[in-house]
Structures are given as C-alpha cells and as structure tokens.
C-alpha cells in the first residue's frame, strides 16, 4: 500500500503524535481543504508556484537562472529594501530560495515539517472564523456538515527517497533540472514532473540570513514541480509512480490522517471540563502563530481563533 487513509479524532491524533512527534523518519503537512458554497472539497499538493496562473509560460528552472541568478539578482533587486534588510544580496541559490518560500513569494517548494503540531497548526490555518453556532447533545460544534475535514499528510521520507531515488536540493538544480531532477510516470508529457527534497534546510541557509520562520517552523521542503499538468497532485504522482514501476512497499509512504472540522473546536456546552479546543492545545505547545512568525502571516492565521483565546 502506498497511501493510507486514517479517520481519526483529534484526541486519536493528539495520543498518536505525543508517540512519534520526535521520530527522524517522517515529515509532516497540514492542508485546511475548502469547504464553500456548502460543498467540501479535499486540496490537492501542489506548489504555489504552479497554482499561480501569472507563471503559466514561465518554467520554474528558468525562474531559477533568470530571476534568482546571483548577478541577475543583485543587479536587479539589490536596492529593494526588503533585499537589503534581509541581506540576500550576494547570498547563494538556496538561501534566496528557502528565503522567499517562508516570506510569501511562490516558488515549486511545498512546505513540510517535522513536528506534527506545527503540521496541525497548518491544517487549520484557513478554516472560518466562528463566534458561535449550534451544537449537538453532547456539546460539540456543528459548525460543518461531517464530511469536512482537515488533512495532515505524514511522508516516510527516508522510505520515499530510498524507493524514488530522488535527488536533494542543491545550488546547481536549475542546471541539472532535467538531468537529475525530472520524473515520468508513464510515455505522456502531462506526467512528467521534477522532483527533489531537502530535510534539513537551515544547514544550507547563509548564516546571514535569519530564516525565523523556517527555523520555529522545523521545516523541510519537497521540490514538485507539475508545469506540464497543474493539476496532477503531488500524492496522486507517487501512487503512479509506485504502481507503474513495480516498487515493492513493506508500509505505506504515505499517511493521511483526516479529522472534521467540528472536532477542532471548543465546546462551549461540553459536558467535560478539561477538554480544549485544537488552537488552544497548540497554544501550550508555543506551536501558533505568535511562536512559528516573526511577520504578519502569523498573526494573519491567530486572528482567525480570536475567540478561543
């Protein structure tokens, strides 16, 4: 099996974590999912970069060698002062890269991390606020219908790497894109894709710079680049690639754990006193906004849980 889908509670997943939260093997995602117009709909893995429609005609390697080529770079940006205070000027390829995906530039990296409560903290990050609502016999939220749910995406990322043979990020992947980057499910062009990893990005990071969010964020990255098919989730890529190359599993690459929105949130009418709501959990565990930003993504993402603080 390559992926396993699990429906868990959130005390299921709070018991589950507290057992593997420090383990070396995994890495971790969290995605909100949409639910609008009374219909709920799963995200899928994709980068921000090929979500975003203004680089349709744009590669990403040529982003790579263009916009963030040492001298192009600097000649182009080294008065920006934003460029200036954060010292990229002068700085390598990575540094810049891993930079500007944790200060709001797209780029084909997809976030992970290692710790399952910042993965958590994630997979709420875009839910709707709520003040108040209707609740069931025992107290809990009906804010949603049953069927929406958040996901948090657990990736053996020794296993991935050992099975895919997959390449890490390195100050040389734009000139080896197609050479060490790039896979291909099968004959047809949609299912080529490129692909890297990085586990430990902050070894790489220039010292100068002060990548705070990456760091408090425990993050890695996964380099997916999908131009060809904007479409084909990053996940859905694995299982093809599993499957068309006969690759032999003895546990799943992949787990995906699911848990309902109403399950995240206080209940105001709860017949157990002790029990708090997933933001305020995470609160204790100094895994909220406050603690994983030093800008205003973080206290973008509190002020949706204003009113279970």
């Not at 754990?257 to 017949?271: A, F, G, Q, T, V």
Request: proline share 2%; with cysteine.
């Amino acid at each position: 099996m390559t992926v396993q889908k699990l429906d868990l509670s959130l005390n299921e997943y709070l018991e589950l974590i507290n057992n593997s939260e420090k383990s070396s093997d995994f890495i971790y995602r969290g995605q909100t999912n949409s639910y609008s117009d009374h219909k709920f709909s799963e995200w899928n893995i994709v980068s921000s970069y090929n979500r975003n429609t203004q680089f349709n005609k744009i590669r990403f390697n040529s982003f790579l060698t263009q916009q963030l080529n040492d001298g192009l770079f600097d000649a182009y940006y080294r008065n920006n002062q934003f460029v200036k205070a954060k010292k990229l000027e002068n700085s390598d390829l990575v540094s810049k890269l891993y930079f500007l995906q944790h200060y709001g530039i797209a780029t084909c990296l997809i976030d992970f991390t290692h710790n399952p409560f910042v993965a958590l903290y994630f997979a709420m990050s875009s839910l709707n606020s709520h003040s108040g609502g209707t609740f069931d016999d025992n107290g809990f939220p009906t804010y949603y219908p049953e069927n929406c749910t958040i996901s948090i995406y657990q990736i053996n990322y020794k296993l991935l790497v050992e099975k895919l043979k997959i390449q890490e990020i390195n100050n040389k992947m734009a000139y080896e894109y197609d050479k060490n980057f790039e896979f291909k499910t099968n004959i047809d062009l949609r299912k080529k894709v490129h692909l890297g990893i990085d586990t430990n990005p902050i070894q790489k990071t220039n010292e100068l710079i002060d990548n705070y969010n990456l760091l408090k964020q425990e993050g890695a990255f996964i380099f997916y680049d999908n131009h060809y098919n904007k479409d084909y989730d990053f996940i859905q890529f694995i299982i093809d690639y599993v499957n068309e190359n006969k690759i032999e599993l003895n546990e799943p690459l992949v787990k995906i754990y699911k848990i309902k929105y109403n399950e995240l949130y206080k209940p105001m009418r709860s017949k157990n006193p002790n029990f708090k709501t997933a933001f305020q959990i995470l609160k204790e565990k100094q895994k909220t906004g406050n603690y994983l930003f030093n800008d205003h993504q973080g206290l973008k993402y509190d002020m949706i849980f204003f009113h279970d603080q």
